[in-house]
């Protein structure tokens, strides 16, 4: 796996002649505030050597590398997952490539069904922790000292720095910015409306079936991560259908998406 991560490393300083400031993962309907990032080369993941290809609408399938409020910035626009059919090394593949390219900061985004009963359709919330419930841990084997240590620390896995900038932006631009715990499921299955009480009674204001892989190899990896969720359903009462469904709710919420990312990227060191 090591030489994997070399081999695709090398491969794209070849095309990327500056370390990027920030790395950004891009989920379901978000793909858009790639369309921002100025003088940019796109890279599409079938030509990077041992990247997986996304299969999910919505998800095109590329890196974007550019400048983003005055940063270097390399994105995302497609993300894999484990219900895809996916190892866990390999939906998490690209965080450890990111970390060998010398990148610290780590911007998730994703579209997440809400538990919080407070929470509306087009919502924003601000992740600050996570339950995990995949069935796979990204970390389980034998651990990969060059990056992290055995049994790595997740009392902060979303950086403090990073939120109150955030909560300073929306402020400022009078987004309403809620703040919760993100639950990672497995999937692909919407959740049932037991399961959704369930994820309420542990704790839970949102679930996704992403994110918390890539966040738990990123901090193994020691880098900073900032995490936001566009609530495209309301699961304790509503009913979603699709995934189109999902992205045509999330491409609604993208203008405060963008600005709240663009402010933590260009105030955040």
């Known amino acids: 796996m090591l030489e994997k991560i070399q081999q695709t490393t090398s491969f794209l300083k070849n095309k990327i002649k500056q370390t990027p400031d920030f790395a950004i993962i891009l989920g379901s309907g978000l793909g858009n505030l790639a369309e921002t990032i100025t003088d940019s080369i796109s890279i ?154 369930y994820f309420h009674t542990i704790g839970g204001d949102a679930v996704g079936m992403s994110t918390v892989p890539e966040v738990i190899v990123a901090n193994h990896c020691g880098m900073r991560v900032f995490a936001l969720s566009v609530i495209t359903n309301e699961g304790l009462s509503d009913q979603i259908n699709s995934h189109e469904e999902v992205q045509e709710n999330a491409n609604l919420t993208q203008p405060n998406m963008t600005t709240i990312i663009k402010g933590v990227i260009k105030r955040g060191n």
Request: charged share 20%; net charge neutral; with cysteine.
């Open 44 to 197: 599409p993941y079938k030509e990077i050597p041992n990247f997986p290809i996304s299969t999910v609408e919505g998800h095109a399938g590329e890196l974007i590398f550019g400048n983003l409020s005055g940063k270097y910035v390399l994105a995302m626009k497609g993300r894999f997952h484990f219900y895809e059919g996916y190892s866990m090394q390999q939906v998490t593949f690209p965080i450890r490539v990111m970390s060998m390219l010398g990148i610290k900061n780590l911007i998730v985004s994703n579209a997440a069904g809400g538990i919080n009963p407070q929470f509306r359709t087009g919502s924003i919330m601000m992740i600050t922790d996570h339950i995990n419930l995949f069935p796979e841990h990204p970390l389980r084997g034998k651990n990969m000292d060059f990056f992290g240590p055995r049994f790595p620390d997740m009392s902060c896995a979303y950086d403090p720095e990073f939120r109150k900038i955030a909560l300073q932006i929306a402020k400022e631009n009078q987004i309403t910015l809620h703040q919760g715990v993100y639950v990672g499921n497995q999937g692909p299955t919407f959740e049932t409306p037991a399961e959704y009480r």
